[in-house]
């Protein structure tokens, strides 16, 4: 069902709606007159979106939030709560980006992108579950990565950090399906958006990989946040917008052996590379 009919009240929280995915599906809910609450670190980028948002036929509340801090997730759902009586839909998209073979990963950055990328969705969902019981209605969607579902090497804090995004979607897609509380986890491929300003690695080799990826991209960020609406729409659980995640997950769950046997012998011959067109340790 269109979520604007089943949430005639139309109350969003995005969390990251400063950049990239979080800003354009602030877009795409304003286009539909939705009340939208920005939760973002970056106050500057959350004005524009705001701003944004205005001109769009939305309205826009800002609230500053990291979302590492789950004081400030807890004051993001009061202040939709006080200014408009509640929440309908609440994305946890806000995510950094990174790299690095396993051993050279450093423990801070590890805690760094678990933070950021699996314990904010932790306490997001920790603190609107409530709300949405109370209500008897409400949607999460989680924004993963098909990371999290095909494991990429030389990317495992990231791989991590959205796997677990995904286990916490599948387990309250059915925990909550009993009071009507819908869940989706978006697990997309690379799309051109900020995501690479605060990428952090080891070594330059996967931040030039990483960059080989994006600038190969071609699904637009715009087509990425409709297809995450439409999905919704139809309460669909995993939102892969774009054909080649597809296709990688498919083999992987279909032909296990097949997958990981290619997938190494690929790694092995430095093909992604080559397909890519960069020269990752230059
Ligand atoms: N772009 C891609 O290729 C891609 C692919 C798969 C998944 N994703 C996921 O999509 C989500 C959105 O990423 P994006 O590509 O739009 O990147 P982006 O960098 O353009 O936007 C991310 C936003 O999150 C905000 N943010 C970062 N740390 C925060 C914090 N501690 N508290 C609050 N806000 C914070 C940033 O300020 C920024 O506005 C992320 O979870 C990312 O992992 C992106």
């Known amino acids: 069902m269109d979520l604007s009919k089943r949430f005639p009240q139309k109350r969003v929280i995005i969390t990251g ?5 979080g800003r354009v599906l602030a877009h795409e809910f304003a286009k539909k007159q939705w009340n939208i609450v920005i939760a973002e670190i970056n106050d500057n980028r959350a004005k524009e979106t705001a701003d944004q948002i205005k001109n769009l ?3 826009a509340i800002i609230v500053h939030c990291d979302v590492t801090k789950p004081a400030d997730i807890d004051k993001t ?14 994305i946890n998209n806000a995510g950094v980006s990174a790299g690095g073979f396993m051993e050279k990963i450093s423990l801070e950055d590890w805690n760094w992108i678990l933070d950021i990328n699996l314990k904010s969705v932790i306490y997001g969902c920790r603190s609107v579950i409530p709300l949405f019981k109370k209500q008897k209605s409400g949607y999460i969607i989680n924004v993963a990565s098909y990371a999290g579902l095909v494991c990429l090497p030389e990317m495992s804090s990231y791989n991590v ?14 925990e ?3 009071l009507g509380i819908g869940v989706s986890v978006v697990c997309p491929s690379f799309i051109k958006t900020n995501l690479m300003d605060q990428f952090r690695s080891p070594d330059v080799r996967q931040r030039n990989l990483a960059q080989g990826f ?3 991209s071609i699904m637009s960020v715009e087509a990425v946040a409709r297809c995450i609406i439409r999905s919704a729409s139809r309460n669909k659980m995993y939102i892969l917008p774009q054909i080649d995640a597809k296709c990688v997950w498919w083999s992987k769950r279909h032909f296990p052996r097949l997958y990981f046997k290619s997938s190494a012998f690929v790694y092995k011959k430095g ?4 397909f890519l067109g960069v020269n990752p340790d230059a």
Request: charged letters at 25%; hydrophobic letters at 45%; glycine letters at 16%.
């Open 271 to 274: 093909l992604v590379e080559k």
């Open 17 to 21: 709606a400063g950049s990239g995915i």
């Open 214 to 216: 994006f600038n190969k």
């Open 176 to 178: 909550l399906s009993p």
């Open 161 to 174: 950090a959205k796997a677990g995004v995904i286990a916490i979607s599948e387990t309250l897609r059915t």
């Open 57 to 59: 036929g939305g309205k």
């Open 77 to 90: 759902i009061e202040t939709a709560i006080k200014e408009l009586g509640g929440v309908d839909i609440m």
